[in-house]
T-cell receptor, first 114, second 113 residues
């Protein structure tokens, strides 16, 4: 399995609080992604990174921000969590651009916003 | 924007039955196509991928998929399913020059022993 660690794995928080999810990789892959998985919607891309300090928005980026200060870490922040952000969040990595290879996924982080 | 449709939301089969899961996409240019599987409680993993060449692609665990460009389809098949194939299956598409992978909504496959 690819060396991807997500933390925390489970979190319950209240509406309006900030939340940060961390993705750590040991593969030295250039590309990192944050997806959310919701029933009936599959996986939707939130943000991705194509290098240190290089990030871009995905399909559902509103309410989320990201940072990548080191190759191995990609942080997803919910500045003020809302109930609609209750979801399972997956981090993924790829060595090259996604069109050249496969994504490797982390174990997921389940976030519940009350 | 690119969209990916998986029309079968839940498929229930008995062991040894044949499987075909549909996947259609909307982009008319060059595409890279993927099928991922998520076993219960696990993360997604790659089943197979198509970039170019032979439109019939073979993957792990006896799965295969056929790219039919004229139909914008990339259907997943397996001749004889097993109980251990119970999982959720996701089709995903990358427009050739894009950095993003767009996933379908998934098909839950339940195989009855």
């Amino acid at each position: 399995d690819a060396g991807i660690t997500q933390s925390p794995r489970h979190k319950v928080t209240e509406t309006g609080t900030p939340v940060t999810l961390r993705c750590h990789q040991t593969e030295n892959h250039r590309y990192m992604y944050w997806y959310r998985q919701d029933p009936g919607h599959g996986l939707r891309l939130i943000h991705y990174s194509y290098g240190v300090k290089d990030t871009d928005k995905g399909e559902v980026s509103d309410g989320y921000s990201v940072s990548r200060s080191k190759t191995e870490d990609f942080l997803l922040t919910l500045e003020s969590a809302t109930s609609s952000q209750t979801s399972v969040y997956f981090c993924a990595i790829s060595e090259g651009a996604v069109g050249t290879g496969e994504l490797f996924f982390g174990e997921g982080s389940r976030l519940t916003v009350l | 924007a690119q969209s990916v449709s998986q029309h079968n939301h839940h498929v229930i089969l008995s062991e040894a039955a044949s499987l075909e899961l549909g996947c259609n996409y909307s982009y008319g240019g060059t595409v890279n196509l993927f099928w991922y599987v998520q076993y219960p409680g696990q993360h997604l993993q790659l089943l197979l991928k198509y970039f170019s060449g032979d439109p019939l692609v073979k993957g792990i665990k006896g799965f295969e998929a056929e790219f039919i460009k004229s139909k914008f389809s990339f259907n997943l098949r397996k001749p004889s399913v097993q109980w251990s194939d119970t999982a959720e299956y996701f089709c995903a598409v990358n427009e050739g020059s894009a950095r993003q992978l767009t996933f379908g909504s998934g098909t839950q496959l339940t195989v009855l022993p």
